[in-house]
């Protein structure tokens, strides 16, 4: 049976850790201010914007929503991305994606300012990650590599498999498992018999968006299952993995709900920290 990587307690440990900085921060005077801008009312993107203030109230954290109406413009959009990297109090600007089809995601992403991008999606930080350059490194990869850490699981020299290609899960979490010398695969929707390469892989990490996608039958007995997807079905959360009959073949395994995506969000703090405390500097 594989150990569960919990996410909750993993997440519990990091925010503890990270309240004692900000109240660290307080005390010379220095406030920490995350701007999240939301454009439309996309339920989904809703619930992530109310969790990520949430933990912000928990961490004291000064957290602002910007609720823009749907047919909100580029212009408007980018006007307030540059007002907000002007701020003194925001150190850390967060653009929820996806943005309705008729505005420029990448160029609204490339607005904000590199220093202030706590997502880590802008083009220069995801191209210091691509040139083993220190820089603000995406929340979710980010998550995936500190959980393997946290439980020990060794990186140098193993076989990664990374299911799914995106700027925002695949590639950048390829990225970092090949700075920990780990021997990366990429597979995507083009991949050619798949469970080929699932089946060698020590660490597997799915980032489809598939309800029971990876089976039993794809894992390699004692590997570690990092499931980033989340799907609904009827009115629960899963991922992308059959875990009942994962975890009796895997070594770790990490749940949905309660895995990735309570690190996705410790992760955002941490970077919304960062920056306070380098502007600090
Ligand atoms: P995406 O849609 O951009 O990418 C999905 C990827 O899956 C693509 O690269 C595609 O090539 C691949 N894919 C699709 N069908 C496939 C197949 N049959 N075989 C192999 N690969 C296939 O999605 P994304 O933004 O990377 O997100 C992926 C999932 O992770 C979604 O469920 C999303 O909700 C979830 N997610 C979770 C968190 C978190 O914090 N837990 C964060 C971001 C995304």
């Known amino acids: 049976m594989a150990i569960l990587l919990?996410?909750?307690a993993m997440a519990a440990e990091l925010m503890a850790g990270l309240k004692q900085r900000v109240t660290a921060l307080k005390c010379r005077g220095i406030s920490v201010g995350l701007a999240v801008i939301l454009v439309g009312d996309d339920p989904?993107?809703?619930?992530?914007?109310?969790s990520k203030s949430?933990?912000?109230?928990?961490?004291?954290?000064?957290?602002?929503?910007?609720?823009?109406?749907?047919?909100?413009?580029q212009t408007e959009l980018e006007a307030l991305i540059q007002s907000l990297n002007q701020d003194k109090h925001i150190d850390g600007i967060l653009v929820q994606l996806p943005l309705p089809d008729h505005l420029d995601e990448a160029a609204a992403l490339r607005k904000i300012s590199p220093k202030?991008?706590?997502?880590?999606?802008?083009?220069?930080n995801a191209g210091k990650l691509f040139t083993g350059q220190e820089g603000v490194t995406a929340c979710t990869p980010k998550g995936i590599l500190y959980m393997l850490k946290a439980a020990g699981i060794p990186l140098e020299g193993k076989e990664a498999v990374v299911i799914g290609r995106s700027n925002i899960v695949g590639k950048p979490t390829a990225m970092l498992l090949m700075k920990e010398n780990c021997t990366v695969t990429i597979c995507h929707s083009h991949t050619v018999d798949l469970a080929a390469h699932t089946c060698r892989a020590d660490i597997l990490v799915t980032a489809v968006g598939k309800a029971g996608f990876v089976t039993a039958d794809m894992?390699?007995?004692g590997a570690a299952v990092i499931d980033v997807g989340i799907n609904r079905i009827e009115n629960k959360v899963v991922g992308d993995?059959?875990?009942?009959?994962v975890e009796q073949v895997a070594g770790?395994?990490?749940?949905?709900?309660g895995g990735v995506g309570k690190m996705t969000i410790s992760m955002l703090m941490e970077n919304t920290v960062e920056a306070a405390e380098r502007k600090a500097r």
């Open 54 to 73: 949430k933990a912000c109230e928990k961490l004291g954290i000064q957290s602002e929503t910007f609720q823009l109406p749907e047919r909100t413009s």
């Open 252 to 257: 770790y395994i990490s749940p949905v709900p």
């Open 241 to 245: 993995v059959d875990f009942d009959a």
């Open 44 to 50: 989904a993107s809703q619930i992530y914007v109310r």
């Open 219 to 221: 894992v390699k007995p």
């Open 116 to 124: 202030k991008d706590v997502d880590g999606f802008h083009i220069e």
């Open 6 to 8: 919990d996410g909750n």
